[in-house]
T-cell receptor, first 112, second 113 residues
Framework: DTGVSQDPRHKITKRGQNVTFRCDPI?????LYWYRQTLGQGPEFLTY????????KSRLLSDRFSAERPKGSFSTLEIQRTEQGDSAMYLC??????????FGQGTRLTVV | SQQGEEDPQALSIQEGENATMNCSYK?????LQWYRQNSGRGLVHLIL?????REKHSGRLRVTLDTSKKSSSLLITASRAADTASYFC?????????????FGKGTHLIIQP
């Protein structure tokens, strides 16, 4: 499978705990994006990397959220001190330059 | 507020009929993209249309773009049960491709067998 992969697919955590998600983009893609989607809504942009550089961050990305792409390949999204409002599907996508983005299957986070 | 807004929010048609979904947006764009999402799954890219293009086809899909009206439409011809999904339009914010794509709330399409 050479598509975008995300791990884990599902995560249940207690409020206040930290969680980390991983995204492996398509290998030749230099751009990587994180989105968040809640039920009945479209995806909301969180942040974007070009190679290892984080170029844009949405104001939705509070201080509790941090994303890295250390070697310009895979990326991690960490949420510290999770809150119930963080419950959502977290989507990762990758693209090559200005072409269409390919999305992973997402990580569904439930904060209890 | 969201850049793209799809209309209608929900659409139910009989298999074999054509389905038309519309998208309106607020600011100038470099391109507009349509995506499909099956329940609980990731998004699948359908078509990208650039601001200097007016129409694009891909199989049973036809997309039009009217930059003067800031609107786009997606037509699915000869619909099939497998077309049941949510469809989103997305516009670029920062200059092209998917960097900072802004999505609407989507149109939920149901194809009745």
């Amino acid at each position: 499978d050479t598509g975008v992969s995300q791990d884990p697919r599902h995560k249940i955590t207690k409020r206040g705990q930290n969680v980390t998600f991983r995204c492996d983009p398509i290998s030749e893609h230099n751009r990587l994006y994180w989105y968040r989607q809640t039920l009945g809504q479209g995806p909301e942009f969180l942040t974007y990397f070009q190679n290892e550089a984080q170029l844009e961050k949405s104001r939705l990305l509070s201080d509790r959220f941090s994303a890295e792409r250390p070697k310009g390949s895979f990326s991690t999204l960490e949420i510290q001190r999770t809150e119930q409002g963080d419950s959502a599907m977290y989507l990762c996508a990758s693209s090559f330059r200005n072409t269409e983005a390919f999305f992973g299957q997402g990580t569904r986070l439930t904060v209890v | 507020s969201q850049q793209g807004e799809e209309d209608p929010q929900a659409l139910s048609i009989q298999e074999g009929e054509n389905a038309t979904m519309n998208c309106s947006y607020k600011t100038s764009i470099n391109n507009l993209q349509w995506y499909r999402q099956n329940s609980g799954r990731g998004l699948v890219h359908l078509i990208l249309i650039r601001s200097n293009e007016r129409e694009k086809h891909s199989g049973r899909l036809r997309v039009t773009l009217d930059t003067s009206k800031k609107s786009s439409s997606l037509l699915i011809t000869a619909s099939r049960a497998a077309d049941t999904a949510s469809y989103f339009c997305a516009t670029d914010i920062y200059g092209g491709g998917a960097d900072g794509l802004t999505f609407g709330k989507g149109t939920h399409l149901i194809i009745q067998p």
